[in-house]
């Protein structure tokens, strides 16, 4: 008997012919509209999702991107609580449901998942795209207005991904409020933009003060060592580009890299890593450049050379985004 695929592939494979019907002109400037909206800093007080062709052209290219930020995070979160797996998760405004499926694929197995969205277009094919994993098969796609008046259900896990950046202040800090009350762990993403940067630092300071550690990226939960306005956190993720990608953004490559921000938070204790890298490697003849951020807290530039013997080594392999020095 055949293994089954795993959730990245299985998300692909059911991407795939999503856009049969739709004009490439169509498809081209939903997406082109759908990127305006997702990189602004004005809310839009209404959903961004408006129609089927806004949803498969979201699903066909935003999608894809979600998955690999959102698992991304999850992955540092759960490296700093490797003992927990969620018993339950709820995704607020989780449009066609990218994140349920980077839970899946981070933590497998069954497990009750609600999406919560106030597009019905997106519901609907979030429903329709998951019944290509049966691990998903049971997800709950529920209509809500995410905002001032949302009440949630007490569950294992919150996730929140892109969905900030479509809200006002109030309504981004009605969100965050409920969230932290629900959950006993909570993950946000946001754009690896400075816009998404301060969304990201807000709720993460919301989280602290209702008691939250900070597990992933950073190693401590004090406040964040940049100073606003010189710089911003954020990270990336390597995303396979469909058609529709080079449709839209032209070129030859077979990826592309997803800049992201977000902030991982549990009401139990975690193991944050000692320092993460927070810029790409610089790798010159004889040693590694690495941009730290550490758990004093502070940043830190940290030079590793071949009189480092194994950690030259690891320093060559690190990456972006990865714990430092490796466990």
């Known amino acids: 008997m055949n293994a089954p695929a795993p959730p990245a592939e299985n998300l692909r494979a ?56 959102v698992r991304s995070a999850l992955e540092a979160f759960a ?49 329709e795209i998951a019944a290509a994993n049966p691990e998903l098969s049971d997800v709950r796609w529920q209509r809500s207005r ?8 007490s569950t294992d896990l919150v996730t929140v991904s892109y969905v900030l950046n479509e809200l006002t202040a109030a309504d981004r800090t009605a969100l965050v409020d409920a969230a932290a009350a629900a959950a006993q762990a909570v993950v946000i993403v946001e754009p690896g933009t400075p816009d998404g940067y301060a969304r990201l630092i807000e709720a993460r300071d919301r989280l602290i003060t209702a008691g939250f550690r900070i597990a992933a990226p950073c190693p401590h939960s004090a406040a964040c060592p940049i100073v606003p306005g010189t710089d911003w956190c954020h990270f990336s993720a390597r995303v396979s580009r469909s058609s529709l990608h080079r449709q839209v953004k032209g070129g030859s490559l077979a990826y592309e890299d997803e800049k992201f921000a977000y902030v991982a938070a549990a009401r139990f204790p975690v193991d944050p890593a000692p320092s993460r890298v927070v810029r790409r490697p610089q790798i010159r003849k004889g040693q590694v450049l690495l941009d730290l951020c550490e758990s004093e807290p502070s940043l830190r530039r940290a030079t590793v050379t071949k009189r480092h013997g194994d950690l030259y080594k690891a320093a060559r392999d690190a990456d972006w985004g990865d714990p430092w020095p490796p466990s």
């Open 146 to 153: 995410i905002g001032a008046a949302l009440t949630l259900d």
């Open 14 to 69: 059911a991407l795939a012919g999503l856009l049969d019907g739709l004009p490439p002109r169509q498809a081209s400037q939903a997406v082109e509209r759908l990127i305006a909206s997702y990189r602004g800093a004005t809310p839009t007080g209404a959903p961004i999702l408006r129609d089927r062709a806004d949803v498969a052209a979201y699903a066909a290219y935003r999608m894809p991107a979600t998955f690999e930020a």
């Open 79 to 127: 490296d700093a609580a490797p003992e927990w797996v969620p018993g339950g998760h709820t995704d607020l405004g989780g449009g066609t449901g990218a994140a349920a499926w980077a839970v899946n694929a981070v933590w497998g197995g069954r497990r009750p998942v609600t999406v919560l969205d106030w597009a019905e277009p997106a519901l609907a094919l979030g429903r």
